[in-house]
């Protein structure tokens, strides 16, 4: 199993090195901003939504390379697909990252974000993993207020 955590270890380095969908959008027309005050992550999330479709997704900010590759990893997952979709992902994902380390989780259900499962050994970077989703959930919701992980 040591050779898929250094596979899952080369994408999460490589989306922290060349993040995708990384900037501002000028025509967004929800902005979220999240904050992991236990690590430190700062994330502001661009939705440009059409109709109950995610027409196109950005982010900005400064964290650690598991935040950075968390968001990353997000934006190309949901870009141009429904809200609904995007839902059910983040309710995916969450269950895969918060399920205990010694229990089985389904890969198959969340796709390439398996790649954030080994957050699973560390509590602490839970919190940096699910930092994009709360803010894009936050985005989705319409709330003004910053998210925090705390
Ligand atoms: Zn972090």
């Known amino acids: ?5 250094d596979l899952y270890q080369e994408v999460i380095l490589d989306h922290n ?7 501002a959008l000028a025509n967004a027309t929800r902005i979220a901003n999240g904050h992991n005050p236990l690590c ?13 479709r995610i027409a196109d997704i950005a982010f900005e900010g400064s964290g650690c390379a ?4 968390s968001a990353s990893l997000m934006t ?12 059910t992902l983040f309710d995916r994902f ?6 205990p380390i010694d229990q089985p989780i389904d890969e198959a259900a969340v796709g390439k974000l398996a790649v954030l499962a080994g957050v ?3 509590p602490v970077r839970v919190k940096c993993a699910s930092l994009p989703w709360h803010t894009l959930k936050a985005a989705l919701d319409g709330a003004d207020e910053p998210v925090k992980t705390e």
Do not use: W
């Not at 199993?1 to 955590?5: A, K, P």
């Not at 430190?40 to 109950?52: A, I």
């Open 40 to 52: 430190g992550d700062r994330l502001k999330l661009y939705l440009r939504l059409d109709g109950d």
């Open 120 to 122: 699973r050994e560390y």
């Open 94 to 99: 969450h269950q895969v990252v918060t399920t």
């Open 1 to 5: 199993m040591s050779d898929l955590s």
């Open 17 to 23: 090195r060349r993040p995708r969908n990384f900037g």
């Open 76 to 87: 190309d997952a949901v870009k141009g697909r429904p809200i609904a979709d995007a839902i």
């Open 66 to 69: 598991i935040s950075k590759a």
